[in-house]
Nanobody
Framework: QVQLAESGGGLVQAGGSLRLSCAAS????????TGWFRQAPGKEREFVAA????????YYADSVKGRFTISGDNAKNTAFLQMNSLKPEDTAVYYC????????????????????WGQGTQVTVSS
C-alpha cells in the first residue's frame, strides 16, 4: 500500500508564492509518475502538473504554465510544486497522486492514471 501526504498549503495574497510538498511512503517502487491536481469549490478536479520519473519530463496545465514548477526526488519519494505569481483562481484543494505499473499507459494528465491520492492541502489566494 502507498500513502501520500501533502503539506505547504495556506493563505497568500495574489502575486505571492507557495511551495507544496508531497511525501510518499509504502510500496512506491512501481510508480512511473507523480501528478498534482486541484479542485475548487463547485468544480471538478483538474490536472495541474505531472512529472515522469522515467524520462524526467514535466507536464503542465495551460493555466499554470510559466508560473508553477513541479520537481522531486523519486529515490526519496518526494515531489514538490512551486507556485509563483498566484492568482485568486488558483484557490483550491491541491492533491498529489502517484500512479502504478498497471496504469502507466494512461495519459499522464488523466486522473485515472493515478492509483494513490493524498488527502489534499488547501491553497487560498486572496485578491
Amino acid at each position: 500500500q502507498v500513502q501520500l501526504a501533502e503539506s505547504g498549503g495556506g493563505l497568500v495574497q495574489a502575486g505571492g508564492s507557495l511551495r507544496l510538498s508531497c511525501a510518499a511512503s509504502g510500496r512506491t517502487a512501481s510508480s512511473y509518475a507523480t501528478g498534482w491536481f486541484r479542485q475548487a469549490p463547485g468544480k471538478e478536479r483538474e490536472f495541474v502538473a505531472a512529472i515522469s520519473w522515467r524520462s524526467g519530463n514535466t507536464y503542465y496545465a495551460d493555466s499554470v504554465k510559466g508560473r508553477f514548477t513541479i520537481s522531486g526526488d523519486n529515490a526519496k519519494n518526494t515531489a514538490f510544486l512551486q507556485m509563483n505569481s498566484l492568482k485568486p483562481e488558483d484557490t483550491a484543494v491541491y492533491y498529489c497522486a502517484l500512479d502504478d505499473y498497471g496504469r502507466r499507459m494512461r495519459a499522464i494528465r488523466e486522473s485515472l492514471r493515478y492509483a494513490y491520492w493524498g488527502q489534499g492541502t488547501q491553497v487560498t489566494v486572496s485578491s
